[in-house]
């Protein structure tokens, strides 16, 4: 039997279906199709107004920042979304009927990690409903159970078991970084596990295979998971405001030119839904994005125009969390939204074509009748299935099949030497002085960007073309041989020309200790109307405990600097943002580390350190002037040693150095770098300290 996706019916049921008797359906499918979660106790946290413990807020910096044509424009509230995904499963389970399927028991063991559906078992006493814990519950109850049946009714409908092709997955690791947030971000993956990989793939055709390897590890839904509070319930129900008000997010800047570029187009919606699109009425972005430099009036950077409407850092808003949740969908390229908090609930629907959020009326999720909670949500993962299949298919091209020639094969020689390396792989670098045209290039653009009080941060790079800057106050100035320039820069309301630089973050480097590391390209304007430019390496910070880190990690480059320490980078100032929702940290960059240089181990004997000599000494050299000044790393591995621009090695990334160590501590972080040096330490580990040294 073919699987559902194949269907080209709608997703809104005929209206003479009928739902299949209770007898029909297993035992399990049933309680779910009529479970409602039981409600919570609220905890002793619920009535404070700052419920999150000074968390990290949803709606950060990047979230201002996404392509015009991929950005949330309005807000359409949906109330027959509940009733057009119960008749979606409907629909569904009238087509299996006809079509002969079978439904065999259902052995829960081998589902998820749960060993039995008790649906009494999950609404047990839960202390503080913690996002973690909401979270815990829905997979436990509903969202274990309906994986099960929906990765067999439109995927592998002739398997002999109920495997799943459907996964839960904490989003923890995800972009951008926190410390600390006031949600749990799950979502809901196809994800093949070992185990049952060969049997569920041999039940498929070879179309449906190449779909499920390109979209594993894909969201389908995405889930926010928010602490139970009354304040957080209450932003629930303002979303029903956001259809008539949507307050806007941009940055707000005059004096700026504008210049557009092409961008590429957004993704295209699924050609059918279980959901009414006939209030979305926004025209489609042109597919460009907007670039701005610098013009010849004074630049005017200022907050946002309506401060109570759309709230900053110090509070919650409905807004906030829609913008947010909307550009996690837009980066995974999700459809659907959950937005949980205990006992209050919102589904999210996101229509590319028109730029809206369509969101469900508030779900009491206790109370739910005709449908049941348990059956909206069985078919919101029908509809995520059908939806990114769907939308898959639209772009799916066939690879065509090899034909055999007749006759005498060409042999093909691999050749390892273009895989394995020589021991030591040699880096080319320009080891002459600069010229000296190039030394008065440098001298002018230091001289240029001393000036520069703020700077105008925008993103190149993926979903993300800022329609407008960012102003970034210069709060700590640069730190250089060419002078160290100390003092914060006191907040005007308008800056000169020459008084801005621009910064266009292009690339993600890495995720670090203390956020997310983007490349970037810094330009300043001369006097003379000439615009010189520096690759440097910029690293970002949205939570309050990061930015933190982040500040002291510029306290110790200038302790550093003062010292004269050698062979550390550039640092070209801490820049804040003027909203308050990021911190930046702005550095020299570098081509590639000690680790990168090496090559690439066939045999799996992991990549072994070529050091010589002089580099050894230097590095040894370096730490030691480093403790000297009173500065312990903590960090040394290959992967924080740079080639610096002269071939020699630079010590970088300093966010856990510690100020004032023991000499105990330096004594062990020595040792360390030189096992470090000889390729005794693989995996670079920071040093470990004993408790009396911490």
Known sequence: MDAIYISTATFH???????????????????????????ITPPPSYHSNQPQFHRTLPFNFYDRHLAP??????????????????????????????????????????????????????????????????????????????????????????APKYYSTLTFWNRESDLPAYEDAVYSRESLRFHLFENQRAEVLSSISDQLKDALRSLEYKDLIIYQFYEMSAQMEQIFKDMDSLEADLPSPEYKTRGLAERRTEC?????????????LARCHIKCTKESAITLEIGEDEVVPRLHDDQTKFNRMDSLSAAGLCYHAWHQAVAEDATIIVFHCGNYERIGIRHRATQTLILSKLIEVSKCQDPAYGKIHVGLMLAAVKDTLDRHWQSYRPQPVP????????????????????????????????????????????????????????????????????????????????????????????????????????????????????????????????????????????????????????????????????????????????????TLLVLEKFAMTFRDREPFDLEGKGMMLSVSRAERALCLKTVRAMHKAGVAHLDLRAENIMVGHDGLPVIIDFDSSWEGAQKSVTDKEIGYLQEVLDGKVQDGFPIQLDSDEE
Not at 70 to 75: E, G
Not at 89 to 102: K, M, N, P, R, V
Not at 264 to 276: C, G, I, K, L
């Open 13 to 39: 049921p005929p209206s003479n279906v009928t739902m299949a008797t209770s007898k029909d359906l297993p035992d399990i499918l049933s309680k779910v199709f009529k479970y409602n979660p039981r409600p």
């Open 69 to 158: 044509q991929l950005s949330l424009k309005q807000v359409v509230v949906e109330p027959s979304i509940p009733t057009s995904l119960s008749g979606n499963i409907d629909a569904t389970l009238e087509h299996l009927q006809s079509s002969g399927h079978q439904f065999i028991p259902l052995i829960f063991e081998t589902v998820g990690d749960c060993t039995h559906p008790t649906f009494t078992a999950e609404d047990r006493l839960l202390g503080e409903a913690t996002m973690e814990r909401l979270a815990s519950r829905y997979h436990r109850s509903v969202g274990s159970v309906a994986t099960a049946f929906i990765s067999r009714w439109a995927i592998h409908p002739a």
């Open 264 to 276: 590429r187009p957004p993704p295209r919606d699924a050609t059918s839904a279980p959901w009414s």
């Open 403 to 582: 034909v055999s020639v007749p006759g005498k094969r060409k042999r093909v020689t691999y050749k390892p030497t273009e895989l394995r390396r020589s021991k030591r792989q040699q880096v080319k670098v320009q080891m002459a002085s600069l010229s000296p045209a190039q030394v008065k290039d440098e001298k002018t653009f230091w001289k240029a960007y001393t000036d520069c009080r703020i700077a105008l941060v925008s993103f190149d790079l993926d979903v993300l073309r800022s329609p407008c800057p960012a102003a970034c106050l210069r709060h700590e100035g640069p730190l250089s041989p060419h002078g160290i320039e100390m003092g914060t820069i006191i907040w005007r309301p308008s800056y000169k020309p020459l008084e801005c630089c621009t910064i266009t973050l292009d690339s993600n480097l890495s995720r670090g200790g203390t956020g997310l590391v983007h490349s970037a390209r810094l330009e300043v304007r001369t006097a003379g109307g000439t615009t010189h430019s520096m690759d440097v390496v910029v690293k970002s910070a949205v939570d309050p405990h990061l930015r933190n880190r982040i500040r002291r990690e510029y306290r110790i480059y200038r302790r550093l600097w003062e010292h004269k320490v050698e062979r550390i980078p550039i640092v070209y100032g801490l820049f804040e943002d003027i909203h308050n929702m990021v």
